[in-house]
């Protein structure tokens, strides 16, 4: 759907983008990660076609950007981080004109509407956008997006300034539209991206740095693969039931963490993944798994590893009081 090539940008010798290449499938939901001045919005805006590449090519469903710009143009929709709202008309005006911008095909009114209910501003369509909160604002940025049904949309910090309860709305939002839709998310906001984002793309310095989804670049960035896990039951039996499982090469008790919960530390080979038989096992005896959770890297400590290499990454192991 979307093949970035050798892409690059250069501003006067500073090189915001280096020679960037990727390739997204039609219906993949990508995190486009990076810190401050690092070349994501560049990049999009090179995707898009509001920049010009100084090398490198973009296409879109095979239709090069330079080369045919509308047939690009019609196939993508885009939220900047700042949504390019006039406040001074209303939702149903805007989103009209939008409609006649984009030179939609589809029926006009029935449309609309649909957006508006998928959106969840259908009762605001009337009121001024200047009127509206933030939330609000960005729907109605969402919603142009949406105009002409694009095949891909391109979402630059779609919840920046929101309140948690508008980043929640938000990002099932960005999931349900997923289901239907190539989906390039740019977000600050590690754990929405965790939870949307079926793969990760870093850019650094203008570089590409990382692409994969999650789990694969924890498990590849981690120097530490054992699991933490909280069982009631006898010490002893529950440390020999716990080795005899395929994949576990070692096992310790780390201590009582909770009343009648002994942690364990369970180191297992690389390769393999315990958790089922771990939790059949312990069933089987009626002995409660509390808690699992593993010592990999989180998405927020490989976007520190990938970004700041010099700088080591400070951790408190998890399950510590």
Same mark, same amino acid.
């Given at each position: 759907?979307?093949?970035?090539?050798?892409?690059?940008?250069?501003?006067?010798?500073?090189?915001?983008?280096?020679?960037?290449?990727?390739?997204?499938?039609?219906?993949?939901?990508?995190?486009?990660?990076?810190?401050?001045?690092?070349?994501?919005?560049?990049?999009?805006?090179?995707?898009?076609?509001?920049?010009?590449?100084?090398?490198?090519?973009?296409?879109?469903?095979?239709?090069?950007?330079?080369?045919?710009?509308?047939?690009? %143009?019609?196939?993508?929709?885009?939220?900047? /981080?700042? !949504?390019?709202?006039?406040?001074?008309?209303?939702?149903? /005006?805007?989103?009209?004109?939008?409609?006649?911008?984009?030179?939609?095909?589809?029926?006009?009114?029935?449309?609309?509407?649909?957006?508006?209910?998928?959106? %969840?501003?259908?009762?605001?369509?009337?009121?001024?956008?200047?009127?509206?909160?933030?939330?609000?604002?960005?729907?109605?940025?969402?919603?142009?997006?949406?105009?002409?049904?694009?095949?891909?949309?391109?979402?630059?910090? !779609? *919840?920046?300034?929101?309140?948690?309860?508008?980043?929640?709305?938000?990002?099932?939002?960005?999931?349900?539209?997923?289901?239907?839709?190539?989906?390039?998310?740019?977000?600050?906001?590690?754990?929405?991206?965790?939870?949307?984002?079926?793969?990760?793309?870093?850019?650094?310095?203008?570089?590409?740095?990382?692409?994969? %989804?999650?789990?694969?670049?924890? %498990?590849?960035?981690?120097?530490?693969?054992?699991?933490?896990?909280?069982?009631?039951?006898?010490?002893?039996?529950?440390?020999?039931?716990?080795?005899?499982?395929?994949?576990? $090469?070692?096992?310790?008790?780390?201590?009582?963490?909770?009343?009648?919960?002994?942690?364990?530390?369970?180191?297992?080979?690389? /390769?393999?993944?315990?958790?089922?038989?771990?939790?059949?096992?312990?069933? $089987?005896?009626?002995?409660?798994?509390?808690?699992? *959770?593993?010592? $990999?890297?989180?998405? $927020? /400590?490989?976007?520190?590893?990938? *970004?700041?290499?010099?700088?080591?990454?400070?951790?408190?192991?998890?399950?510590?009081?």
């Amino acid at each position: 759907m979307i093949e970035v090539k050798n892409l690059v940008k250069d501003y006067g010798g500073h090189l915001a983008v280096d020679d960037v290449s990727f390739t997204i499938n039609d219906g993949e939901v990508v995190g486009f990660l990076g810190p401050n001045g690092a070349g994501k919005t560049t990049t999009m805006n090179m995707i898009t076609g509001y920049l010009s590449a100084t090398a490198g090519s973009v296409s879109v469903a095979g239709f090069n950007v330079l080369e045919y710009p509308n047939e690009v %143009k019609r196939r993508i929709g885009y939220l900047p /981080e700042i !949504p390019p709202l006039y406040t001074d008309m209303t939702v149903e /005006e805007y989103l009209n004109f939008c409609y006649d911008l984009k030179k939609a095909k589809l029926p006009r009114g029935p449309h609309i509407e649909e957006i508006c209910c998928l959106v %969840k501003i259908d009762h605001v369509y009337k009121r001024l956008i200047k009127n509206l909160s933030k939330g609000y604002k960005q729907r109605v940025g969402i919603a142009q997006a949406l105009i002409g049904n694009p095949e891909v949309l391109i979402l630059d910090e !779609p *919840t920046v300034g929101l309140d948690p309860n508008q980043i929640i709305e938000i990002r099932n939002l960005i999931t349900q539209l997923g289901k239907n839709h190539t989906v390039i998310l740019s977000s600050h906001i590690l754990s929405e991206v965790q939870a949307v984002c079926e793969r990760i793309i870093v850019i650094n310095n203008g570089k590409l740095v990382a692409d994969d %989804k999650a789990e694969n670049l924890s %498990k590849s960035l981690s120097k530490d693969h054992s699991l933490l896990a909280r069982i009631i039951g006898p010490q002893k039996d529950v440390m020999r039931l716990i080795a005899t499982i395929r994949g576990v $090469e070692g096992v310790s008790a780390t201590g009582v963490r909770e009343s009648g919960a002994i942690e364990y530390k369970i180191d297992p080979h690389p /390769e393999a993944d315990i958790r089922r038989e771990l939790f059949d096992r312990l069933s $089987e005896r009626h002995w409660p798994l509390i808690m699992l *959770t593993s010592n $990999e890297l989180s998405l $927020e /400590e490989i976007f520190i590893e990938l *970004t700041s290499p010099k700088i080591p990454v400070s951790r408190k192991k998890k399950g510590e009081d």
